[in-house]
């Protein structure tokens, strides 16, 4: 019913720019926080950056200052605007939202990822 569907994943260049998006669906009355994680084959899944419903950003340092999260409450989307990007920013990106559904029913809910495929 409630589903994340994320896009723009894709194999870029060391020092390449990509942008993910990720769309909310379903009988929506609001969401409060969005966020992105990512996983590389073999690794646990590490956060990577968080926006809160009034539009607060926050990162992982290991991004911070190339990767910039930001969302469109009218669209009910969330976006990761990846520069400056390195081999080691490789793996399966997984977006996540806490939504209230017009039941009033509330809990976080995942997207299928998308992958992100850094090298030469």
């Known amino acids: ?3 994340l569907v ?24 609001s969401i409060d926080n969005m ?6 084959p073999g690794k646990q899944r590490e956060w990577v950056a968080t926006i809160t419903g009034g539009g607060r950003p926050d990162y992982t340092d290991s991004v911070k200052g190339r990767f910039t999260i930001s969302r469109d409450n ?3 989307t969330v976006y990761l605007q990846m ?7 490789t793996g399966n990106y997984y977006c996540n939202a806490h939504i209230r559904q017009v039941t009033m029913q509330a809990g976080d809910y995942w997207g299928q990822g998308t992958q992100v495929s850094v090298s030469s």
């Open 35 to 40: 966020a992105w994680y990512r996983q590389a």
């Open 74 to 76: 009218a669209k009910n």
């Open 6 to 29: 994320e896009s723009g994943g894709g194999l870029v260049q060391p020092g390449g720019s990509l942008r993910l998006s990720c769309a909310a669906s379903g009988r929506i009355f």
């Open 1 to 3: 019913q409630v589903q």
């Open 83 to 89: 520069n400056s990007l390195r081999p080691e920013d």
